[in-house]
């Protein structure tokens, strides 16, 4: 179980804060989730909904109109409906385009429109609903953890094994090591991602074992690793990072956090 009474420190990204007027990322959880509850009752084929999900966030323009009420139907109802309730956790996508350099514009993780983000945001939860009972059932279950969970005061000692890097627990405000510890409570590995290639996991797989993966990392790196591995076949879900803070985003390394008592949620029998 997560740790009873463990206080966050809220964290402003350079892009999305999962943190309310508070230090907690409950409020954005309960929200997510009612959303999601909403859509679905207009769309009751959560694989339809997600469909329609993933071809609305590749068209920013569209989303562009779809959002002043004009174009897709279905877009209009999607981004008028989550929005307006997202909008409060991605305040600074704005000025992050504005500022971004030409130079950057092939990498398209640091070009995404504040539409794509609550789209990307619903289909995590999404996603979640429809793989948490196929990861559950897997043999053997393997997460992959940011390094911008580590404590970046303390020099970290984690080492290579089979897959990819393992925390050793080496500092105790360390969010890697609380992470890495909650999951093995519910015997699942997990791996700092250091560059392992997802087609291996797919490998493992058809040794007997079916794999299933837990994800974190921030909204657009999340939505796009978990794409991947259910392209591959491998049941997965994921929780997002409490904010974009990494040096990919903001040109170093800064604190960062995620929700353990969402991770309980979603590994719990």
């Not at 402003?12 to 907690?24: A, E, H, M, N, V």
């Not at 092939?106 to 794509?116: C, F, H, I, M, P």
């Not at 940011?146 to 969010?175: E, Q, T, W």
Request: one cysteine or more; proline letters at 4%; glycine letters at 8%.
């Amino acid at each position: 179980m997560a740790e009873e009474g463990f206080h966050y420190s809220p964290l402003p990204g350079k892009t999305y804060s999962l943190f309310d007027r508070g230090s907690s990322t409950d409020g954005y959880y309960d929200l997510i989730q009612q959303l999601a509850d909403e859509c679905l009752k207009k769309y009751p084929d959560r694989e339809a909904l997600l469909g329609k999900l993933r071809r609305a966030s590749t068209r920013k323009r569209l989303l562009r109109k779809a959002r002043e009420g004009l174009g897709d139907p279905d877009m209009v109802f999607l981004l008028g409906r989550i929005s307006p309730a997202l909008s409060e956790y991605t305040p600074f996508v704005k000025q992050h385009l504005e500022d971004l350099s030409i130079l950057r514009f092939r990498d398209r993780r640091l070009w995404t429109s504040e539409e794509q983000y609550h789209l990307y945001m619903l289909e995590i939860e999404l996603v979640n609903r429809i793989n948490r009972e196929e990861f559950m059932k897997c043999e053997r279950k393997i997460a992959f953890l940011p390094h911008c969970l580590k404590d970046f005061k303390h020099g970290c000692k984690s080492s290579m094994s089979d897959i990819d890097y393992v925390c050793r627990g080496c500092s105790n405000a360390c969010f890697l090591n609380r992470v890495s510890t909650l999951l093995r409570q519910y015997g699942i590995d997990a791996y700092i991602w250091m560059g392992t290639d997802l087609k291996k996991l797919k490998g493992l797989s058809h040794s007997g074992r079916r794999i299933g993966g837990l994800g974190i990392a921030c909204v657009p790196e999340l939505v796009m690793g978990m794409r991947e591995s259910l392209h591959l076949g491998l049941p997965t879900v994921g929780v997002p990072l409490s904010a974009n803070r990494c040096a990919r985003w903001m040109g170093d390394f800064y604190e960062n956090s995620v929700s353990l008592e969402r991770i309980v949620q979603l590994v719990s029998p």
